[in-house]
């Protein structure tokens, strides 16, 4: 993982499905970028953004669809 300012990125954010608009955690990521998945908190668009290997990224999106099957 790497970290950049959101400002180093073009392209379109994309809003995780689980974020709403009432101020809750808001979480998006800028798909195709060729560094791996830029990931920033819409709420602060120009703070730090981690990027994260494409295949870190995909190992945690499946621990969350397994966390959502099979809850503790």
Do not use: I
């Not at 979480?27 to 602060?44: C, F, I, Q, T, W």
């Not at 668009?45 to 397994?66: C, I, M, R």
Request: glycine letters at 12%; a positive charge.
């Amino acid at each position: 993982m790497t970290d950049r300012p959101a400002t180093a990125f073009t392209g379109t954010w994309r809003k995780s499905s689980y974020s709403n608009d009432q101020g809750g955690s808001c979480v998006e990521v800028l798909d195709g970028h060729p560094a791996g998945v830029p990931v920033r908190d819409s709420k602060v668009p120009g703070g730090p953004t981690p990027v994260f290997s494409k295949g870190s990224w995909a190992a945690f999106v499946v621990g969350l669809k397994d966390a959502d099957r099979f809850p503790a």
